[in-house]
């Protein structure tokens, strides 16, 4: 749905549990695939950031692809970012793109700081055993990242069911009844709003990307 902000049409975005959402997901058939070359897509990232009707928010969190691209250079040309979060799985293969975007992000053209690293499908724990632990997938490659780079950790979150029940019938893990990953997401989101808070009083903010090419 669209309406009109000063004479502009703005589209208006889903809103849930407090929380508004928009993603390209919602404009295309479930059905369809979103075949785009890069610069269709960095120009609906661009229309997703100024074309949105988003309010007053706390904060705007853009979820990107792996690794580095098109998308990833038009978010630090269209908007000043004020920080990265790096999102990784365990395994080695993971941690190579990590690395490529801890190191794009650190690039001087671009400078936007580094908030932490936090480590996806960190375990697995099945629910009739809350206490058990099972390194699927390694065992704490985000916290080797973190530590070889010097950047903060912000936590671990597991591979659990109702995670993925949650998601599919649209009902998030934190209003969930699953302690274990009740508790992961709000120890991860306490580390990523005290970081954001100190990166926002000890540095100046991120000016937007001039890339010549």
Same mark, same amino acid.
């Given at each position: +749905?669209?309406?009109? #902000?000063?004479?502009?049409? +703005?589209?208006?975005?889903?809103?849930?549990? *407090?929380? =508004?959402?928009?993603?390209?997901?919602?404009?295309?058939?479930? =059905?369809?695939? &979103?075949?785009?070359?890069?610069?269709? @897509?960095?120009?609906?990232?661009?229309?997703?950031?100024?074309?949105?009707?988003?309010? %007053?928010?706390?904060?705007?969190?853009?979820?990107?692809?792996?690794?580095?691209?098109?998308?990833?250079?038009?978010?630090?040309?269209?908007?000043?970012?004020?920080?990265? &979060?790096?999102?990784?799985?365990?395994?080695?293969?993971?941690?190579?793109?990590?690395?490529?975007?801890? @190191?794009?992000?650190?690039? @001087?053209?671009?400078?936007?700081?580094?908030? *932490?690293? &936090? %480590? /996806?499908?960190?375990?697995?724990?099945?629910?009739?055993?809350?206490?058990?632990?099972?390194?699927?997938?390694? =065992?704490?490659?985000?916290?080797?990242?973190?530590?070889?780079?010097?950047?903060?950790?912000?936590?671990?979150?597991?591979? #659990?069911?109702?995670?993925?029940?949650? *998601?599919?019938? *649209? #009902?998030? @893990?934190?209003?969930?009844? /699953?302690?274990?990953?009740? =508790?992961?997401?709000?120890?991860?989101?306490?580390?990523?709003?005290?970081?954001?808070? +100190?990166?926002?009083?000890?540095?100046?903010?991120?000016?937007? &990307?001039?890339?010549?090419?």
């Amino acid at each position: +749905m669209m309406h009109q #902000v000063n004479d502009k049409p +703005m589209i208006i975005p889903l809103e849930r549990f *407090g929380i =508004k959402l928009m993603s390209i997901g919602l404009l295309v058939d479930e =059905k369809s695939a &979103v075949v785009w070359r890069g610069p269709m @897509a960095s120009s609906a990232i661009r229309q997703f950031v100024t074309d949105v009707d988003w309010g %007053e928010l706390d904060y705007l969190v853009i979820d990107m692809p792996p690794g580095t691209g098109d998308i990833h250079l038009t978010l630090i040309q269209t908007v000043p970012v004020t920080g990265a &979060v790096i999102v990784t799985t365990p395994q080695n293969v993971a941690l190579a793109d990590a690395k490529k975007a801890i @190191a794009m992000f650190g690039q @001087a053209q671009a400078n936007v700081p580094i908030i *932490g690293i &936090v %480590e /996806n499908m960190a375990y697995f724990t099945p629910e009739e055993l809350p206490n058990s632990k099972y390194y699927i997938f390694g =065992k704490e490659g985000g916290k080797r990242l973190a530590d070889e780079y010097e950047i903060p950790f912000l936590g671990q979150i597991p591979l #659990v069911q109702s995670i993925q029940e949650g *998601g599919d019938i *649209g #009902v998030p @893990a934190m209003v969930g009844d /699953n302690p274990t990953s009740i =508790k992961a997401f709000e120890d991860f989101a306490g580390l990523a709003a005290r970081n954001i808070a +100190m990166r926002n009083a000890n540095m100046p903010k991120t000016k937007i &990307v001039e890339v010549v090419e």
